[in-house]
């Protein structure tokens, strides 16, 4: 990617972005912010203004979206789930049935897609895809699809919350103590899992300057003593019992600190706040989350002029602002360095980003709402899109998450290879066409409606150059579009009259068939060349 190389000469700060509020600049931040950018979402947002598009992406106050539902049948062989009816959540429910969990954490996957489709203008959709990345769990080892969907529900109702109280909720999440073994952890014998992924992944880091060492994870696994999972009343809870009530002393990387044993029924909670200030606070802890955050929404390769004029200034507003994630977010997405044009196009999409993205930004139509049965079945297709192409939501490779975020070099270039490159492709053409149908309905790009989104679809040269301008993370030669257009547009022919009379004709008379095939075909031939292009995997 040649516009990757160039961030080396990126000097842009975090002073915030006073250029122009254009579509390119519009689109750019609500693609990196949102799944997708529909030609509505830039259109809401450039009449908005910068601080107030700012705001409106990092507001809040969005009502909890409505749970999971049963959307399945259980066969006979299953449990009798008798107690929840179709079209009702069964996030609350106490069965622990292991058909019924299987059944159950589909549905949440399923949901999660809806979820990123039918996404309100705000970040956190992404950003809790980000938490899930950084607090990575997967549904098949926690099982129990009731903890699948509370981990889920932390992530995203503390997505741009304090970084402290994160913590030390997902430390104690039931979904957590079982995927590290947390659960299993007691004073005869300490289990190190998740005090090594505190520190390794979710805190410090494997950088340089991480220099805690073995001993440190030990102490640490002692603190974390004694927590257990109720499952019948689906809640984590402190067992006094098993926990090492013995002083716990760590490293010169802690400052040789040491963390008193609380023989008490709150112990667990007050030695585990004492563990989370620790780690805190420590420089390389900011660091650390500002990193990944910049990797997540910007670019992955931090030079040491990125890591002195960025990184190092977000995280002294993380720390100024006592581990408030918002403020860091916040200050990141406002920067001239975020807007920077070597900064735009230069990220190879996620599968979500291509899949979700593209069905949202073609506005794919699904049905209503209380149709759940045909959304649910549309929505698992996306889903086994994305498992294919290597991001299934819900069920990253490993604790270290996806792969993109954190293996050099490749980085991004992870979610690219022999096996998923066709693939990618393949799936977006087939929402193109045949599209997919489910009891009768189709989810389909509808190339026509799409096309009329524009002002002058009648104009081949306009119509091209708006269609690139939504869907290209970089330009096209002028050239290569003249190209396009005789090709695709004109079918062969060199005047612009050509599409022009075939558009009118469309538009006053639609009952020529011929004619509207034509125009149709020609659109979804254009619409599949353009998302075959290199550039369209680019965001």
Not at 10 to 17: H, Q
Not at 163 to 179: G, N, T
Not at 323 to 332: C, N, Q, R, S
Not at 372 to 389: E, G, P, V
Request: overall charge neutral; charged content about 20%; glycine content about 6%.
């Amino acid at each position: 990617m040649g516009a990757s190389e160039k961030l080396l000469n990126t000097f842009a700060g975090l002073d915030s972005y006073k250029g122009e509020w254009s579509p390119t600049v519009v689109r750019h931040l609500v693609k990196r912010t949102l799944f997708g950018a529909t030609k509505k979402d830039i259109e809401y947002f450039l009449r908005m203004g910068f601080e107030a598009s700012i705001n409106e992406l990092l507001a809040t106050n969005y009502p909890e979206p409505t749970p999971p539902i049963k959307d399945y049948n259980p066969s006979a062989s299953a449990a009798p789930d008798s107690t929840i009816t179709t079209g009702q959540t069964w996030v609350n429910d106490t069965s622990l049935d292991g058909t019924l969990a299987f059944l159950r954490r589909s549905s949440f996957k399923k949901w999660w897609v809806g979820r990123m489709i039918n996404q309100e203008r705000t970040i956190i959709e992404k950003m809790t895809l980000f938490w899930h990345n950084h607090f990575a769990t997967e549904t098949n080892d926690v099982s129990i699809a009731q903890y699948v969907y509370r981990h889920h529900k932390l992530l995203r109702s503390n997505a741009l919350g304090n970084f402290r109280v994160l913590l030390k909720k997902v430390s104690l999440d039931p979904a957590m103590l079982i995927y590290l073994n947390g659960q299993n952890n007691n004073k005869t014998a300490p289990d190190e899992n998740y005090a090594r992924e505190l520190q390794e992944l979710f805190v410090i880091g494997k950088g340089a300057n991480a220099a805690f060492t073995e001993d440190d994870v030990k102490s640490a696994a002692k603190i974390l003593t004694g927590w257990r999972n109720n499952n019948t009343k689906l809640e984590p809870y402190f067992d006094l019992t098993r926990h090492d009530v013995t002083n716990k002393s760590f490293s010169a990387f802690y400052g040789n600190k040491t963390i008193n044993g609380v023989n008490s029924v709150n112990g667990g909670e007050i030695e585990l706040d004492s563990l989370i200030e620790m780690l805190l606070s420590q420089k390389e802890a900011a660091l650390f989350i500002c990193r990944k955050l910049y990797t997540w929404f910007v670019y992955y390769k931090i030079t040491p002029e990125i890591e002195s004029a960025i990184i190092e200034p977000l995280a002294d507003i993380f720390r100024k602002n006592n581990f408030e994630i918002l403020p860091v977010v916040k200050a990141l997405i406002s920067s001239e360095h975020f807007f920077d044009s070597t900064n735009r196009g230069c990220q190879i999409k996620s599968p979500v980003d291509l899949i979700i993205g593209l069905t949202r930004e073609m506005e794919i139509k699904f049905p209503s709402s209380d149709q759940f049965a045909i959304n649910y079945t549309l929505w698992n297709q996306l889903l086994s899109y994305l498992s294919s192409s290597q991001q299934d939501i819900g069920d990253p490779p490993d604790v270290s998450g996806w792969k993109a975020y954190y293996q050099a070099p490749l980085f991004y270039g992870n979610w690219i290879n022999t096996d998923t490159m066709p693939k990618r492709l393949q799936y977006s053409q087939n929402l193109i066409t045949p599209g997919y149908t489910a009891s009768g309905f189709k989810m389909i790009v509808p190339a026509i409606e799409y096309a009329k989104s524009f002002q002058r679809p009648e104009d081949p040269n306009k119509l091209l150059e708006d269609i690139c301008s939504h869907l290209l993370g970089m330009d096209i030669s002028s050239a290569h579009k003249v190209q396009i257009k005789k090709d695709i547009l004109l079918s062969g022919q060199i005047d612009d009259h050509y599409w022009t009379n075939a558009w009118d004709t469309y538009i006053n008379a639609p009952g020529n068939t011929s004619n509207t095939n034509y125009v149709n075909t020609a659109l979804i031939n254009l619409l599949k060349y353009i998302i075959n292009l290199p550039e369209y995997q680019l965001c």
